[in-house]
């Protein structure tokens, strides 16, 4: 039977990527996505990701905009990274109807019914809201597996903090204080090495076609950033990874522990796992810390782009 999630998302280049791994691997049962403020406004958000059911001839699925700011603080969004318009500047047209509100009343009414889980992939703005509307609800999910944070690696928006994680710190907080069921974060130790290099974009750019041609256009302008950036070829594709873990647990390796984060100060946003139990704390997060990038490259790769196993296989285990 497949598992009834909602995913949550910004998108975002790599959200929408995310998107099309859950909607094409056909393993899950995507009760709706939740929209939240982040790489770009959750109305921009939203119709990114029409534009991408649109692609996908899945339009049917509903999509609900929830919280438009941080908890407390001022929205910070990453259009340096993401393109004005999220999917790097593409301006892909689509049909714009009537876009759904009441995300956080959506994860509610759905966490009721049970056995529903979250993959977060943005900033956990709608699932701290939904907690501070309706604790039990909320507890009432199956589990989370959340994009955000890092446990050893360093942040990418500060020296020490994750952008998800530190563009609503208070929500982050707000989740781990009340949580009473799993909850895995897919922090950047394991997305950075998740790596869309040039090799690979020319494999899609060769395989072609309607998904293959929106994946090199939208990560046309994220490759550039990295290389402004960082000088790195290619670019992160981070939230992929949480969607192929939720499906796949074979494709990473962690340990629990108790986790807080800062949310003042020069250490904003940072994570902070209790690793060595200090805090002798119940744990209350799952760390990734390892991924077999190449697995996951080749699942990736396989579900986007199903009639070129051989290929991808051999490109993979050459790259
Ligand atoms: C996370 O931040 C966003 O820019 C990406 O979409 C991803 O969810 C990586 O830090
Ligand atoms: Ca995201």
């Known amino acids: ?27 899950l049962d995507i009760l709706g996505i939740t929209i939240v403020s982040g790489n770009v406004p959750a109305l921009q958000g939203a119709k990114n990701a029409k534009k991408i059911l649109k692609l996908l001839g899945r339009e049917e699925i509903k999509i609900y905009v929830g919280e438009e700011y941080p908890l407390v603080r001022k929205l910070v969004t990453a259009e340096d990274t993401h393109g004005l318009d999220g999917l790097g500047e593409t301006n892909y047209t689509f049909n714009e109807d009537l876009i759904d509100y009441g995300g956080v009343d959506f994860i509610l009414e759905k966490a009721k019914e049970g056995d529903v889980s979250i993959i977060a992939l943005g900033p956990l703005t709608n699932l701290a809201k939904a907690i501070e509307k309706d604790k039990e609800a909320f507890n009432s999910l199956e ?18 903090a994750e952008f998800n994680y530190w563009v609503d ?13 799993p909850f895995t974060m897919v922090g ?20 072609g ?25 290619g670019c992160v594709i981070n939230d992929p990874l949480a969607v192929a873990y939720f499906i796949d647990r074979s494709l990473c390796k962690g340990f629990t522990s108790y986790m807080d984060i800062v949310t003042d100060g020069i250490a904003i946003g940072q994570t902070v796992v209790d690793v060595a139990n200090f805090y002798r704390k119940k744990h209350n997060v799952r760390v990734l ?19 070129y196993k051989e290929e991808i296989e051999k490109i993979v285990d050459n790259n």
């Open 1 to 27: 039977m497949k598992r009834k999630v909602i995913i949550d998302c910004d998108p975002g280049i790599d959200d929408a990527l995310a998107l099309i791994l859950a909607i094409k691997s056909n393993e």
């Open 143 to 160: 589990e989370i597996v959340s994009m955000g944070g890092a446990f050893k690696s360093h942040g990418n928006c500060s020296p020490v």
């Open 169 to 181: 710190p208070e929500a982050v907080k707000v989740v781990l204080d009340n949580l009473e069921i």
């Open 188 to 207: 950047l130790d394991v997305t950075r090495e998740v790596v869309l290099t040039p090799n690979y974009i020319e494999l899609i750019n060769q395989i």
């Open 209 to 233: 076609g309607n998904i293959g041609r929106f994946v090199v256009d939208i990560t046309r302008f994220y490759v550039d950033f990295h290389w402004k950036q960082e000088r790195t070829l």
């Open 289 to 307: 810390t390892d991924v077999n990038s190449k697995e996951f490259m080749k699942y990736f790769l396989n579900i986007l782009f199903e009639d």
